[in-house]
């Protein structure tokens, strides 16, 4: 399996895009609706799945490749963007929401890497986007992330992004972290994962880091985000107008008083 080599440049601090430099021929593979922009000679072309192995493979297996990707959340479709001119052209993907967007080597990362859903941006040509079934009931019903998280094999570039800011951990054998199941945006394959409940009636009804620990166990490389994307949600759900178009703290004293300043009362 070889995939297409690109260039790239990430920019931007909190809501970052990423620049891909692509040489004549040069394909690269994205989410439906990542692309920001691109240079006039970049053709973009609607795929089933992820493009790996369009050649040599049935109508059906195309299907069924791509139909995978429904269980993770994502479309049927992906988007194909070639460099269909003579000179360098570039495309740029943006992330979706605030945080990075953190490049993945997987030639250096033992061909295949394990990451959460919704997290996988864009990848050269020859990387493969798949699942990857979380077996264990434990894992399943109370992981953060069901049963399935996505699978990218290859050996070229792909871009995942998550919210908050990431801190790349290195484990050793044996070595053991416990991580807010909402945290854990990607491992390697050898990483061994699993749940762990965090026990104690106080901690359970009264400690506000939920119920269920992950725990990941080296040797292998894991990635971990400061802000779930569901609890950034969650505080904006939290601070949005209800639905007769006033604040949630305006029966406090200080949405009186911002009433009062405002002129309201």
């Not at 072309?45 to 192995?53: C, R």
């Not at 993907?93 to 993945?104: C, E, L, N, R, V």
């Not at 990431?166 to 070595?175: C, D, F, K």
């Amino acid at each position: 399996m070889y995939s297409h080599e690109i260039d790239y440049k990430i920019k931007g601090d909190d809501i970052q895009y990423v620049e891909i430099e692509l040489d004549p021929t040069e394909t690269v593979i994205a989410e439906a609706g990542a692309m920001m922009m691109m240079d006039p000679n970049i053709q973009m072309e609607t795929i089933f799945g992820d493009g790996s192995k369009q050649s040599g493979s049935s109508f059906m297996n195309k299907i069924f490749s791509a139909g995978k990707r429904v269980l993770t959340g994502e479309s049927l479709f992906m988007t194909a963007f070639t460099n269909s001119g003579t000179l360098k052209e570039k495309v740029y993907f943006a992330a979706p929401y605030p945080g990075k967007i953190i490049p993945m080597d997987l030639s250096l990362l033992g061909g295949k890497l394990i990451c959460q859903k919704d997290a996988f941006l864009c990848a050269a040509k020859g990387v493969s986007v798949g699942i990857d079934f979380r077996k264990k009931l434990s894992v399943g019903f109370f992981g953060g992330e069901g049963f399935i998280l996505e699978k990218l094999e290859g050996d070229g570039l792909a871009f995942i992004h998550a919210c908050g800011a990431i801190v790349e951990r290195n484990l050793l054998p044996g070595e053991t972290l416990k991580i807010d199941t909402g945290c854990l945006v990607a491992m390697t394959k050898d990483v061994h994962y699993d749940i762990q409940f965090i026990g104690g009636i106080k901690n359970t009804l009264f400690g506000g880091e939920g119920v269920f620990f992950a725990t990941v166990t080296g040797p292998g490389k894991i990635w971990v985000q400061s802000l779930p994307f569901s609890r950034l949600a969650e505080r904006v759900f939290a601070a949005a107008p209800t639905s007769g178009g006033k604040n949630r703290e305006e029966g406090s004293v200080l949405g009186m008083l911002g009433n009062i300043l405002d002129g309201d009362n």
